[in-house]
């Protein structure tokens, strides 16, 4: 009896101490991150709200049950992990009391059958997880599979230990029913199988594995422990701290302010010698971002959602965020050392791993290639998929905002729209005098804001850059003008007074470009005094929405299709005309997943007669990108396949006569994409792209209005021809 307690105790200090130095270490080199108050504040004043979201996100494992089997299983594991605590109970009673229960709870029936049920969840969850590793086995399935980059070995040996947990569990729980010293008469069924398997052999050799498998018990028990505190299983203990301080309701939406020192930078006093500007080195990371790259599963299903990695580009965002965890590990004794004569007596290995610079290419040795960062579409899959709440996006728009702002080394085609947008306040350069050419030849008059909008106006109609200026998107316009008339709801534009919202060059890391165009509009909106805001642009729509709050523009804001779906819903728009076709809408990453607007387009599309709505098989949350987000519109797509053209291959696979979208950077794209199919021979020569708005107009608009509209102006304009009455 003596020597087991001493056994079980020296284990038990022992995998104590290696694990509690490592988190000491990983809590140090957690500290030599960058201060975020805010996320510290954000936890205080809403408690309540971080609690649920705990229930939700923790113990209700909602995003994992979003992967049915891979999330059962981990469910299982989890919740079983939570209540065999009951059993590490009993195994260090039987420590020291060969008959231990737990007092209060400890003989009854149903705590065994509960801890013998659970035991045989995980069991069930371990074996799942192995074939589902074999299933997707990086060496056969490359690219495609999630785990490819994880490491799996250490999942392996997890594995396993969790089956050793479970093995050595019931085999000392049968020995024990065997020697009479266990505590549950009835309800412990596996047990009682395994107790039936032993039985056998004898009484004494029933004592010596009793003896033997609870020392072995507590002895994989402790390992596992102390693996956890060194492999990617870390988020066992991190991931609901990481959750807590995670942004609220997620990671997606508006980027946040540039942060230095835990303050947002003033550009006005910033100093790039003493301000941190970005991301330029792993130490200018808050903790909250060591804290999201040592949290993460290695699970790979952000890569398995992410449209730079579908497409071949180099960019994985969990290998992303693998990259700068390990580059912060290994740079770890330098960035805590104590003293600058510490860091000098540093291995040569450790000192070259502080130099690297966190984006280079091959050449310079980065931790971060640029390909990489610069492959990124924002779209937001990684962040909607991340089971422990990684914020992806954050930090690449951080270390984009370094590179921009400091190094000034970004994709040199995009320099021609930042300057456009500083100089002519849009991407195009074409200037304030084009912004109403979209208006021209309508059948009425579009009222442009000059001094404060009077109580008649409504809504401020948000044309956006695109809605303005680009041929295609200028038919969206044209067509909620148009709709917005036929409702008899009052609108006002603001003409040359509107600019860029300043959308790709925050999402590019020009933060002083957005920062200026954002002002200049919250300005204009403020002396307007415009309150209700309906923007076509998703990319506007966020800005307005998400991010001008955080320069003090306060608005109402809504999305061209979600005024319309209410429209229609209140009769105020009624659509008439049969539109026989078969339409597949495409979600706009800034619209759906940023925005979770996923309804009212298809709202829309469900009331225009004769339409047959489908739906491709990534929509919705999992909708695929377009490609054009995170000012990737702006550059040129020189690695692998084209991600418009993955996702029009997608949408030619349901056989659509239309594909219908409501963001006029999606239009664009995908139009582009439709033309090479088209020339090809890979699509019809009918098949167009167009936004849910245009759908709805031809089933609305009735034929007087056309008639008003004058000889060809629409369509010289680029509006769509009315439909005819018979479909
Ligand atoms: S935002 Fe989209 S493109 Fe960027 S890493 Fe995430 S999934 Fe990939
Ligand atoms: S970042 Fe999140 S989704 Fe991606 S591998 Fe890590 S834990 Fe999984």
């Known amino acids: 009896m003596a020597l087991r307690i001493v ?24 500290r030599t991150g960058q201060p975020a108050p805010e996320r510290i504040e954000a936890v205080r004043e809403h408690p309540a709200r971080d609690a649920g979201t705990e229930v939700t996100e923790v113990l209700g494992q909602r995003k994992l049950l979003k992967w049915s089997v891979p999330g059962t299983a ?64 990086p060496k056969r399935e490359g690219r495609r599979s999630r785990f490819s980059g994880s490491h799996t070995r250490a999942a392996w040996l997890v594995l396993l230990l969790i089956f050793l947990v479970i093995a050595t569990l019931l085999i000392y729980r049968g020995a024990q029913i065997n020697t009479g010293d266990f505590p549950y008469a009835h309800g412990a069924f596996a047990s009682q199988i395994v107790g039936h398997w032993l039985h056998p052999l004898g009484l004494t050799a029933n004592k010596a594995l009793e003896t033997t498998f609870i020392l072995a018990q507590l002895a994989v028990v402790l390992g596992f422990l102390v693996v956890v505190t060194y492999s990617k299983h870390l988020h066992i203990a991190l991931a609901p701290i990481n959750v807590l301080f995670s942004r609220r309701p997620d990671g997606l939406g508006a980027l946040q302010p540039m942060r230095s020192g835990g303050k947002v930078l003033d550009f006005e006093e910033a100093d790039p010698d003493t301000d941190i500007f970005g991301r330029g080195k792993i130490e200018d990371f808050t903790w909250k971002g060591m804290m999201d790259m040592a949290t993460c599963t290695e699970c790979g299903r952000c890569q398995s959602q992410c449209p730079a990695w579908a497409t071949g580009k180099p960019l994985s965002p969990k290998m992303l965020i693998l990259d700068l ?37 091959k050449d310079a040795n980065g931790v971060i290639d640029p390909d990489v960062l610069w492959s990124c579409t924002n779209c937001g899959a990684c962040v909607e998929e991340c089971p422990v709440d990684i914020e992806h996006i954050d930090h690449i728009a951080d270390m984009r905002r370094h590179q921009v702002l400091i190094e000034s080394a970004f994709p040199t085609e995009a320099s021609s729209m930042l300057k456009n947008l500083e100089n002519k306040g849009d991407p195009w350069g074409m ?26 106006v409504e809504y401020l109609f948000w044309v956006g850059c695109a809605g ?25 534009v603001l003409g040359p007074a509107e600019t860029c919202t300043g959308d790709p060059a925050r999402r590019i890391g020009n933060e002083f470009v957005f920062s200026m165009l954002a002002q200049q509009n919250i300005e204009t909106l403020n002396e307007a005094g415009a309150r209700k805001i309906v923007a076509s642009c998703p990319h506007c729509f966020n800005a307005l929405a998400n ?13 061209h299709t ?104 999606c239009l664009v794209m995908l139009g582009d994409a439709i033309s090479a199919k088209k020339s090809s021979g890979e699509a019809a020569e009918s098949l167009e792209v167009v936004d849910v708005a245009q759908i709805l107009q031809r089933s609305v608009r009735p034929r007087a209005t056309a008639a008003t509209v004058g000889p060809g102006a629409p369509d010289s304009a680029g509006g769509e021809p009315a439909q005819d009455e018979s479909g």
């Open 74 to 137: 981990h469910f299982l594991t989890f919740w079983g992990f939570i209540i065999l605590i009951l059993t590490l109970i009993e195994s260090y009673g039987d420590l020291f009391s060969k008959t231990f229960a737990i007092p209060g709870i400890g003989r009854w029936a149903w705590v065994g059958f509960l801890e013998d049920l659970f035991a045989v969840a995980v069991l069930a969850g371990v074996i799942t997880f192995a074939v589902i590793r074999l299933r997707a086995d």
């Open 468 to 492: 303005a200026l680009e041929d295609r998107a200028r038919k969206t316009t044209r067509a909620i003008a148009e709709l917005l008339h036929t409702a008899g709801v009052s609108f006002a």
């Open 325 to 361: 965890r390990d580059h912060a590990f290994a740079k770890a004794p330098y960035l805590l050392a104590a003293s600058d004569e510490a860091r000098e007596k540093l291995p040569d290995a450790v000192k070259a791993e502080a130099d690297r610079p966190l984006v280079g290419g």
């Open 431 to 456: 200037g304030e005098a084009r912004r109403l050419d979209w208006a021209e030849g309508l059948g009425f008059e579009v009222p442009v804001v000059d001094g404060p909008i009077g109580d008649d």
């Open 7 to 30: 056994i079980g105790l020296v284990l038990t200090a022992v995998a104590f101490a290696i694990a509690g130095r490592r988190l000491w270490w990983l809590f140090r080199l957690g």
């Open 547 to 559: 991010e001008y709050p955080q320069l003090g523009g306060d608005y109402e804001v809504i999305h």
């Open 562 to 665: 979600q005024l319309l779906a209410r429209l229609v819903s209140e009769g105020r728009l009624t659509p008439v005309a049969p539109v026989e076709e078969k339409i597949t809408y495409h979600d706009p990453c800034f619209l759906g997943r940023h925005n979770r607007v996923f309804t009212p387009p298809r709202e829309i599309m469900e009331q225009v007669p004769g339409v047959r709505a489908q739906e491709m098989h990534r929509c919705k949350e999992r909708g695929f990108c377009c490609g054009a987000g995170g000012a990737r519109m702006w550059m040129e797509e020189r690695i692998g396949k084209r991600i418009n053209t993955e996702r029009i291959e997608e949408a030619l696979g349901t056989s659509p006569d239309t594909i219908s979208t409501g963001c006029p950077y």
